[in-house]
């Protein structure tokens, strides 16, 4: 039996998949707010320190997305989902034992940053295995309702995270919030343990540098739709104050509105309309938000301004991602997928620093200025890619 010949049963095993996505995800965004925090109060070491113990992470992840997409090329989306939430499990304990008395600053500071970099390979592997897994699993043709599903399980996990991240370090310390992040994996390692395997399929090869020269179109599109988030949810509490304006915190919860409404929506548009369609109206929506943002004379408008951008945001990464999958034969699969999500971790990596520096010399409107001269770029990058399928399309 192909579980693709039955929608049912196949949209059931991704389900499962989302599941243990969220759980592995959730062992990202509960850890986050706390590493840092962490390294600062109980290592007294300073500002610095503890921001690269957070960000060191997200560079193990961009710099890993290759390794994966080629792991599950090669093994299959199981073996190499499965090995990410192994790692994710030894990079949990490894962080644990970061907060062990014995160990000087300098030695818990390192164990902890060891823990940190193992927890962006299990990122790397869980989430781009899942992907190539679960589209196996549904066939090209659904790829884009299971790249809207893989965004779901990721944002819902940090939807939640950051507030039972803070509370767990209440509770029990971090010491026992890093145990659950060791569980948590283990329990979508567990989860997924029964489900059928999509074997990997013979072809000939390419290197990843080949692949991205096939999709960095598509990959710049949604990397330059991450801007405008990544500027959104580092500046917005600070650009709400500097005009002393009330409501600082509602602008992820705007944000998040809009992105869960129409991934709820509107997930299955890229598999019915085409991506590009659904990819040139998301980012025509991003823009104005953005622009809204940099240009809004009071609170209510910017709060339109971040729902706009949550509304524009949500179906870019699916509709590209639909797009990329079309561009690879199945054996590829897995390398483009890593390849593609790469440009997004880059944009949300590099944005805080680069338009921070701009904040500086300027003001936290600024920020959204770029967000929305990027959303329109990417919007003209889409643009010209449609027209060109279309031109190359048989008559």
């Not at 509370?167 to 060791?182: E, I, P, R, S, Y």
């Not at 690879?328 to 338009?355: C, E, K, N």
Request: glycine letters at 16%; aromatic letters at 10%.
């Amino acid at each position: 039996m192909f579980v693709t010949d039955h929608p049912k049963l196949a949209y059931r095993y991704v389900l499962a998949l989302t599941g243990a996505l969220l759980l592995s995800y959730l062992a990202v965004a509960i850890s986050l707010p706390v590493v840092s925090i962490y390294v600062v109060n109980v290592f007294h070491l300073s500002s610095a320190s503890g921001g690269l113990s957070v960000g060191i992470s997200f560079l193990s992840t961009i710099l890993t997305r290759g390794h994966a997409g080629i792991s599950a090329d090669r093994f299959g989306g199981k073996i190499c989902m499965q090995r990410g939430l192994i790692l994710y499990a030894i990079a949990g304990l490894i962080c644990l034992i970061a907060s062990l008395p014995q160990l000087s600053v300098a030695g818990g500071y390192a164990v902890l940053i060891a823990g940190r970099l193992l927890l962006g390979l299990g990122e790397s592997l869980t989430m781009v295995g899942m992907t190539s897994w679960a589209i196996g699993l549904m066939g090209h043709a659904r790829s884009g309702k299971v790249m809207s599903l893989v965004g779901m399980g990721m944002y819902g996990a940090f939807a939640v995270g950051g507030p039972l991240g803070l509370a767990l370090l209440d509770h029990v310390g971090f010491a026992g919030l890093m145990g659950v992040c060791t569980v948590l994996p283990l329990l979508g390692l567990i989860a997924i343990y029964r489900l059928p395997p999509v074997h990997p399929q013979a072809g000939q090869s390419e290197s990843f540098w080949q692949i991205i020269g096939r999709i960095w179109r598509a990959g710049a599109a949604v990397g330059l739709q991450g801007v405008g988030f990544a500027a959104l949810g580092a500046f917005f509490p600070l650009y709400f104050l500097s005009h002393g304006w009330s409501y600082a915190g509602l602008g992820l919860t705007f944000f998040g509105v809009g992105f869960v409404l129409v991934r709820l929506l509107c997930g299955h548009l890229p598999d019915q309309i085409g991506g590009m369609r659904v990819a040139i109206v998301s980012l025509t929506v991003e823009a104005c938000g953005q622009y809204l943002l940099w240009l809004a004379p009071g609170p209510g408008l910017a709060l339109f301004g971040a729902l706009l951008t949550g509304l524009g945001c949500s179906m870019v990464f699916p509709a590209m991602g639909a797009e990329v999958v079309k561009q690879v034969p199945p054996h590829l699969r897995g390398t483009a997928i890593g390849g593609f999500v790469a440009f997004q971790d880059l944009a949300y990596g590099a944005t805080g620093p680069v338009v921070g520096l701009l904040a500086d010399h300027s003001s936290y409107s600024s920020v959204f200025l770029i967000g929305g001269l990027a959303a329109t770029l990417g919007l003209w990058i889409a643009a010209v890619s449609r027209h060109r399928l279309v031109s190359q399309a048989p008559l």
